[in-house]
């Protein structure tokens, strides 16, 4: 009995444990996550299945953000962030060309965004069926030029060497606005050499993720 007591508890001990995930903040490359299928999510999110293929991180100078990169059935990147201030919430993205800039909204009235003192208001101007449900219809600006850096590479378990050294990343300017009813945001990146990235953003509650699918091991 007792050698085969040993034998079973030696068993037991080589058993894999079961990776838990429930929380967005548990989320590797590879993982999926099935949505809900709400009417107020964008034809790009409802009922979507969707799969981490690369975790990044935005770095500011009093915080970090972790951004999933999520790729569905339709090859189109979605992106994704998690806040937590009185509530958690999740932060959806997608990026948008200048054209459709152009027709969403007035380009006069766009790059004041860019302007002292960063008190731009933006009105859109007509909305795209590609872009239900991402966009609200009056934004107010709530950043103006905060420096950041942009990393490839998931940095929840390590330090980052902050604004210096070969790890410092890619610097750009933030430049956003936020909806009226505080559930979209807009939002443009400005890197050196003036590459310049626009972001539409939704806010969502974190039970949009209806379920967790941890990557086969």
Known sequence: MGFLSKL????????????????????LVGDIICLDDSFALPSQLKGQSLEVTEVNCYEYEHNKNCEWVLRGNNDQLIFMSYEKDDDERLVFSIKITRDQV??????????????????????LKQTLPEFNNWLGQLYRQTDFATVGFYHQK???????????????????????????????????????????????????????IRQYWPKSQ
């Not at 152009?102 to 009105?123: C, I, M, T, V």
């Open 154 to 208: 998931d940095y929840r378990s390590e330090q980052i060497s902050q604004y210096e050294g070969s790890d410092q990343g890619d610097s750009f300017e933030l430049y956003g606005a936020v909806s009226d009813d505080e559930r979209y945001a807009i939002e443009a990146e400005v890197y050196q050499g003036g590459e310049t990235d626009v972001i539409l953003c939704l806010y969502r509650p974190i039970s949009d």
């Open 102 to 123: 152009e027709q969403l909204f007035d380009l006069d009235q766009f790059s004041q965004l860019f302007d002292e003192p960063g008190q731009a208001r933006l009105e």
């Open 8 to 27: 079973f508890g030696k068993s037991d001990q080589n058993k894999s444990v079961e990776r838990q995930l429930d929380h967005p903040n548990k989320l």
